[in-house]
C-alpha cells in the first residue's frame, strides 16, 4: 500500500504545495499526512518548522515512522474532523489528496466543519494550502483504450461505488464518455487488483468543482491568495497510451489552493 501511494510523480506536487509555504512558519500540521510523503519537502522549504503529522491510518504512521521521521517531525493519530488542538496552534496546515475522503465518506457538513475548525487552529496570517481531486465537469469526450484497458472499463463500471458509469461504444477500440466519468477511471486504474481496490472503488477522485471550493474556504473566512489547476491529466493517457480527442482542452487532475487567515 505505501508503495502504491508514493510514486515519483508526486514529487513536484509535493513541492508545489511546500513552496505555498512562508519559509518562517515555526509549526506546520500535515493534516492526513499518510506516509508522510510531504515532510522533507516541507522541512526544506521552512526550515526551523516542527511538523505535526495527523492520520487515522495506523499502518500509514508506522510507515512514516520508518522512512521520513526527522527530530523536527511528530505524529499523532486523530479522528479528523475533530482535531484535538488548542486555537492558534498552528502556522500551516497542509492536505494533500486527503480532504475529499470527508467529502465522499462524511458529506460536505463535515468537510465545512473540518474547514472552520483548520481556521480555529491557525494563527493570525497563518494559511491552509489543499491539493486535492477536481471535477474537470461533464464535457463528453471520445478515447481510444488498448484492449487490455477496455477490458478494465468494463470491471470498473460494474464495481465503481459513488455512481453509476456509463459510456458508449464507438468502434476500433474507440469509446464516448463524460469527462469526469473518465477520469475516475483512468486515474483508479492502479487500484485494480491491489489491495486498495476496495477502498478506491467507494470514493471519487472527481469530487471537487474548483469554484465551488474555493467558495467553500471564503465562507469558514480564509482569503483565497493562490488557486490553480495542476498535474496534466496526459501524464496518465501517456502511462497507459490512451488517445482522447475532446472539443476543448483538458482539465487539469488537481486543484491547488492557498487561503489564508486575515482578520
Same mark, same amino acid.
Given at each position: 500500500?505505501?508503495?502504491?501511494?508514493?510514486?515519483?510523480?508526486?514529487?513536484?506536487?509535493?513541492?508545489?504545495?511546500?513552496?505555498?509555504?512562508?519559509?518562517?512558519?515555526?509549526?506546520?500540521?500535515?493534516?492526513?499526512?499518510?506516509?508522510?510523503?510531504?515532510? !522533507?519537502?516541507?522541512t526544506?522549504?521552512?526550515?526551523?518548522?516542527?511538523?505535526?503529522?495527523?492520520?487515522?491510518?495506523?499502518?500509514?504512521l508506522?510507515?512514516?515512522?520508518?522512512?521520513?521521521?526527522?527530530?523536527?517531525?511528530?505524529?499523532?493519530?486523530?479522528?479528523?474532523?475533530?482535531?484535538?488542538?488548542?486555537?492558534?496552534?498552528?502556522?500551516?496546515?497542509?492536505?494533500?489528496?486527503?480532504?475529499?475522503?470527508?467529502?465522499?465518506?462524511?458529506?460536505?457538513?463535515?468537510?465545512?466543519?473540518?474547514?472552520?475548525?483548520?481556521?480555529?487552529?491557525?494563527?493570525?496570517? +497563518?494559511?491552509?494550502?489543499?491539493?486535492?481531486?477536481?471535477?474537470?465537469?461533464?464535457?463528453?469526450?471520445?478515447?481510444?483504450? !488498448?484492449?487490455?484497458?477496455?477490458?478494465?472499463?468494463?470491471?470498473?463500471?460494474?464495481?465503481?461505488?459513488?455512481?453509476?458509469?456509463?459510456?458508449?461504444?464507438? +468502434?476500433?477500440?474507440?469509446?464516448?464518455?463524460?469527462?469526469?466519468?473518465?477520469?475516475?477511471?483512468?486515474?483508479?486504474?492502479?487500484?485494480?487488483?491491489?489491495?486498495l481496490?476496495?477502498?478506491?472503488?467507494?470514493?471519487?477522485?472527481?469530487?471537487?468543482?474548483?469554484?465551488?471550493?474555493?467558495?467553500?474556504?471564503?465562507k469558514?473566512?480564509?482569503?483565497?491568495?493562490?488557486?490553480? +489547476?495542476?498535474?496534466p491529466?496526459?501524464?496518465?493517457?501517456?502511462?497507459?497510451?490512451?488517445?482522447?480527442?475532446?472539443?476543448?482542452?483538458?482539465?487539469?487532475?488537481?486543484?491547488?489552493?492557498? +487561503?489564508?487567515?486575515?482578520?
Open positions: 500500500m505505501a508503495r502504491v501511494l508514493s510514486p515519483r510523480g508526486r514529487r513536484a506536487r509535493l513541492q508545489a504545495v511546500a513552496q505555498l509555504i512562508k519559509p518562517n512558519a515555526s509549526i506546520i500540521l500535515d493534516l492526513g499526512s499518510g506516509i508522510g510523503a510531504v515532510i !522533507p519537502h516541507l526544506e522549504r521552512a526550515t526551523a518548522a516542527e511538523i505535526l503529522a495527523v492520520d487515522q491510518s495506523v499502518y500509514l508506522h510507515k512514516q515512522k520508518t522512512q521520513r521521521m526527522t527530530q523536527r517531525s511528530n505524529r499523532v493519530i486523530s479522528h479528523i474532523p475533530e482535531l484535538p488542538f488548542r486555537a492558534k496552534s498552528f502556522d500551516a496546515v497542509v492536505a494533500i489528496q486527503f480532504l475529499h475522503e470527508i467529502f465522499c465518506f462524511l458529506g460536505p457538513s463535515a468537510l465545512s466543519s473540518t474547514f472552520d475548525k483548520i481556521y480555529d487552529l491557525l494563527g493570525e496570517g +497563518g494559511c491552509l494550502v489543499v491539493l486535492d481531486h477536481q471535477n474537470p465537469g461533464p464535457a463528453r469526450i471520445k478515447a481510444q483504450l !488498448p484492449e487490455e484497458l477496455h477490458l478494465k472499463l468494463v470491471y470498473f463500471t460494474k464495481h465503481f461505488q459513488p455512481r453509476t458509469i456509463t459510456f458508449e461504444e464507438l +468502434g476500433d477500440g474507440w469509446v464516448r464518455m463524460s469527462m469526469r466519468d473518465f477520469y475516475d477511471f483512468i486515474t483508479k486504474i492502479f487500484s485494480l487488483g491491489t489491495p481496490e476496495d477502498e478506491e472503488m467507494n470514493e471519487e477522485h472527481t469530487p471537487f468543482l474548483r469554484a465551488r471550493f474555493v467558495q467553500m474556504l471564503q469558514a473566512g480564509f482569503h483565497i491568495t493562490h488557486n490553480s +489547476g495542476f498535474t491529466i496526459e501524464l496518465h493517457l501517456k502511462r497507459f497510451k490512451v488517445r482522447v480527442e475532446a472539443d476543448s482542452p483538458l482539465p487539469k487532475r488537481h486543484l491547488l489552493v492557498r +487561503g489564508e487567515k486575515i482578520s
